[in-house]
């Protein structure tokens, strides 16, 4: 129970449906937000969001804390990926890592025999499979991209009571029903460990202050037009901020950490075919050496494309048409139909 409208739904949801209902909060990251969209899913004011929930649905409630356990697995990533030049996804890191390792863990301490979370997608047994899939939610807010790292047992342990619903509207109303005083509590936009002063770049200066070193912007052809102020200010597909005037519009498409420069270019030099992958899930299949027709999307917003699923030597998606901004660090995730076929990290 996150503190925010869609977990406590669910909490209310399956208690009326007659389950034995407990109420977790992972206490990960401490903040002074004033901003309820910037508070953070699992800030302090989460916590007591969540406490009076569980106390209206009268079930008990747990906080667990994981501060340590989020620090080393999501955060330092996080730093280590900007310096490497990359761009992560820390809400990709943190389901896996924590939310459906440590969290999933601890519920068993506790006897539980599943965990249930507010994510928009769905869990199904395929039975031409034999084996559970994971599935695009019925809504537009599908979270399916950033769960695909979930194994077998982890599917058969989880419940996505959402996954169905019509849109957040329908939740919010669920919300009311059940007498929540979180209906109409704003999501939380930003990253948790952000603020929403500084944003990403002020996190990383406080922790890794020499990753802003001065360093020069060059063309494609290697010739420089500008200055930057370090390279983890910058991410594949940036086109603001870049500081330097030109004929048309220029945007990132490279980081060199190694030389502390970025590579900048015109729109057309960020279309991109052949995606590498590292450390592919094989979610709704089994991995073979056959090529796999699919749909892809290298980004949460994007529309999945269609494209080939290629596991030789490597593992990699080569789309059918350029796609825009391919970025490492990323997620990118196959699907056939509504179901998560594989998904890893752009490298």
């Not at 996505?160 to 929540?180: I, N, Q, V, W, Y």
């Amino acid at each position: 129970m996150s503190g925010g409208v869609d977990s406590s739904v669910v909490a209310g949801l399956l208690k009326r449906e007659g389950y034995d209902v407990i109420g977790v909060t992972m206490q990960i990251w401490q903040e002074s937000q004033r901003d309820p969209r910037h508070a953070g899913c699992c800030s302090l004011g989460a916590v007591e969001d969540a406490r009076r929930v569980a106390s209206i649905l009268d079930i008990p409630h747990y906080v667990v804390n994981f501060k340590d356990q989020f620090r080393r697995a999501v955060i330092d990533e996080f730093i280590s990926e900007y310096e490497a030049g990359r761009t992560p996804n820390p809400c990709v890191t943190c389901n896996r890592e924590v939310k459906f390792e440590e969290l999933s863990n601890k519920a068993k301490e506790l006897g539980c025999d599943a965990l249930a979370t507010g994510h928009y997608a769905r869990i199904e047994f395929d039975e031409g499979r034999r084996r559970y899939v994971l599935k695009r939610a019925m809504s537009a807010k599908d979270q399916s991209y950033a769960l695909y790292t979930l194994s077998q047992e982890q599917l058969a342990r989880t419940m996505f009571p959402l996954g169905s619903m019509g849109d957040k509207h329908e939740t919010r109303e669920l919300a009311k029903e059940f007498g929540l005083p979180i209906a109409l509590k704003p999501d939380s936009q930003e990253i948790c460990f952000v603020s929403e002063a500084g944003g990403y770049r002020e996190f990383l200066k406080a922790n890794k202050p020499e990753m802003f070193e001065p360093g020069e912007l060059v063309d494609t052809s290697g010739k420089v037009v500008g200055r930057h102020e370090g390279v983890a200010s910058f991410t594949v597909g940036q086109r603001r901020g870049l500081g330097i005037a030109a004929a048309k519009p220029l945007y990132v498409v490279q980081l060199v950490p190694s030389e502390n420069r970025v590579v900048v270019g015109e729109k057309d030099a960020l279309l991109q075919r052949d995606v590498l992958l590292d450390g592919v899930v094989w979610s709704g299949a089994v991995p073979n050496d056959a090529p796999m027709r699919v749909e892809a999307k290298v980004r949460y917003n994007m529309s999945p494309q269609p494209a080939v699923l290629k596991n030789d030597r490597e593992t990699r998606i080569v789309f059918d048409e350029p796609v825009h901004a391919v970025t490492p660090g990323q997620t990118a995730v196959a699907y056939q139909g509504d179901t998560v076929v594989a998904g890893g990290t752009i490298r």
